[in-house]
C-alpha cells in the first residue's frame, strides 16, 4: 500500500513513521514549507496526562509511555531529553476548582497520578508562589517536556528517512479521487499519486478537504510566547497554569523564562505589548520573585483550533485519513495519533479513544469540551 502523508509536523512524522514500522509502504511526507514549521515550530515541548476528557486522557497516557522511553527507542542525532518537573494548574473560582476536581477523578480512574493541592500546598510545589486569592489547584509530578521540542520533531523526521520513507517539499494544491486510489495535485502542475492519503496539514487541512465534501470546523488561532534571556539560577521549575487569570509559565532548560497571555487575541504586531504588560501584572502578583525577570524575546505561531478544544482524527473514505485540529497540543499525543491512524490503514482495531475524535461528531451529538487546552 503506497501512502502519502501531507504535513511534515509532528504528527504527519509519527503517521509516517508508524506506517513504516507496520512495513506498510512506501511512504511520502510531503510538506510545503519545511519540517516542523507550523505549530510543531512554536511549542514548548510539553507532555501531560492532566486531561478533562476520556479521549484525551487515554491518548495522552499512550503518548507519554512512548515519550518516556524516548531517548533509548531512537539513537538519533538530534538527542533531546525528558524533564519531569510536573505541570500545576490553578484555580481562583469556585467553578474551575471543581473543574479541576473532576478532572482529577476521571484522570484517577485511568491511572493517572494527579493530584489536588490546597493554595498552601501549591506555595509548597511551586517555591515562591504567592497563594493569596488561590482556592486550589492540581499537578501531576510526572508530566514533564522536552528541554530541545525541536530535537524530537527532526528525530522524527531522521527515524523515517532512515526507514525508507521519503520527504518531499511540495505545496499540495488539491487532493481527489483517482480510480481506487488518490491524486495530490502539486502547484507545480505536478501530480502524486497514492492508495491511501492522510490530510495532517493543521488548518490547510480544511480547504484541502471541503472539495471532496468534508468541512471540518478547524480555523487557525495566533499564539505568542515571550522569553526572557537565559537566566543560571533555576526560579520556576514546574510549568504554572493560571487558569482564572489567564497565563501560564515556565523555565527552560536553557534557564529562559517563558511565559503566555493565554487570553491574547487580536493581531500580534499591534498588541503584543498589551499582552506583555498583562502577563507582568499577573506574573508579578502570583510569583513575585520573578518580577525582575524581563521578556524581552517574542516568538510567535498559530494553533489549529476545533470548537471542543479536541483533535479530529477520522477516516473520511476508504483510503482518506484526516489528523488536524490538535489545538496547541498535537505534540503531546503525535506518538498516539501515529499508532491509531496507522493501525487504521492496516485494518487494525480501533484505539478505544478514537471514536471521541471523529469528524462527525460537531452537530451529531453533544461533545465534550477539553477544559485544560493552554
Known sequence: MSVVVVGAGISG???????????????????????????????????????????????????????????????????????????????????????????????????????????????????????????????????????????????????????????????????????????????????????????????????????????????EEPRTLFLSEPIRERLLEPLVIAVDRGIAAKQLADGRMLASDLRAAGDPAAKQDAWRRRLRGELDRLLPHLRYVSLPIVATGTYDMTPDGQPIIDRLADGLWVAAGFSGHGFMVAPSTGRAVAGGLAGAPPAEWLDAFRADRFGRRPTEHEAQVI
Request: glycine share 10%; charged share 20%.
Open 13 to 219: 512524522l509519527s503517521i509516517a513513521l508508524h506506517l513504516l514500522e507496520r512495513e506498510l509502504g512506501p511512504v511520502t511526507v510531503v510538506e510545503r514549507t519545511g519540517i516542523g514549521a507550523g505549530a510543531s515550530g512554536l511549542q514548548p515541548g510539553g507532555v501531560r496526562r492532566q486531561w478533562a476528557t476520556r479521549g484525551n486522557c487515554l491518548m495522552a497516557s499512550e503518548s507519554y509511555a512512548f515519550y518516556r522511553d524516548f531517548a533509548a527507542r531512537f539513537d538519533t542525532r538530534a538527542q533531546a531529553q525528558f524533564d519531569t518537573c510536573g505541570y500545576v494548574f490553578l484555580a481562583d473560582t469556585e467553578p474551575t476548582l471543581a473543574n479541576l476536581e473532576a478532572a482529577v477523578a476521571l484522570q484517577h480512574e485511568l491511572g493517572i497520578p494527579s493530584v489536588l493541592l490546597s493554595p498552601d500546598e501549591a506555595a509548597a510545589v511551586v517555591p515562591g508562589l504567592e497563594p493569596d486569592g488561590l482556592l486550589g489547584g492540581a499537578t501531576c509530578a510526572e508530566d514533564g517536556y522536552f528541554d530541545r521540542p525541536q530535537a524530537v520533531v527532526e528525530a522524527f523526521a531522521q527515524v523515517v528517512t532512515a526507514r525508507g520513507g521519503t520527504i518531499a517539499l511540495a505545496d499540495v494544491r488539491a487532493v481527489e479521487r483517482d480510480g481506487n486510489g488518490w491524486r495530490l495535485e502539486l502547484s507545480s502542475g505536478a501530480g502524486l499519486t497514492a492508495d491511501a492519503v492522510v490530510v495532517a496539514a493543521a488548518a490547510a487541512s480544511r480547504p484541502l478537504l471541503a472539495p471532496l465534501g468534508f468541512d471540518l470546523p478547524i480555523v
